[in-house]
């Protein structure tokens, strides 16, 4: 039996080390299709937030924006990014509705709301948001 339960953890790692990870055009496109706003700013969160799609949380849990179940006191894990986007709109994004602002003010209101414990969070978002602005020109 624990031979059996070594093997499936062995498994489950090895595939789950492959994660793909996404494009920025992937990245925004799925944004898009999902209604996500601000996916600049989404995006740049996800290469902070899974060290650019290399993180063990990313490998592993597909999840590249850093979200938390409280319940279970872990990162939450997802079939791929593409539902931690999704999940990240309805659980993040959704106590904000459809409100029209800036990306500043929309990041300025995550960092309100406690989305991120690091005081120097928003000045690290801007700057890959800045970084990625630089390589399109």
């Not at 994004?93 to 459809?98: A, E, L, M, P, T």
């Not at 309100?112 to 630089?134: C, F, L, P």
């Amino acid at each position: 039996m624990q031979k059996i339960i070594t093997l499936s953890v062995v498994l489950l790692c090895g595939i789950s080390i492959h994660a793909q990870k996404p494009t920025r055009s992937e990245f925004l496109k799925v944004c898009d299709s999902l209604g996500v706003l601000h996916p600049e700013v989404v995006w740049a969160q996800a290469r902070l937030e899974s060290g650019n799609f290399s993180s063990t949380t990313y490998k592993v849990k597909k999840n590249c924006l850093g979200i938390y179940d409280s319940r279970k006191k872990e990162y939450a894990w997802f079939a791929d990014w593409k539902k931690c986007v999704e999940a990240y709109r309805d659980r993040v994004q959704k106590k904000r509705g459809n409100v029209a602002e800036s990306d500043v003010e929309y990041l300025m209101w995550l960092i309100s709301m406690g989305y991120a414990a690091d005081t120097a969070y928003a000045t690290k978002v801007r700057e890959i948001m800045n970084s990625e602005k630089k390589k399109k020109n």
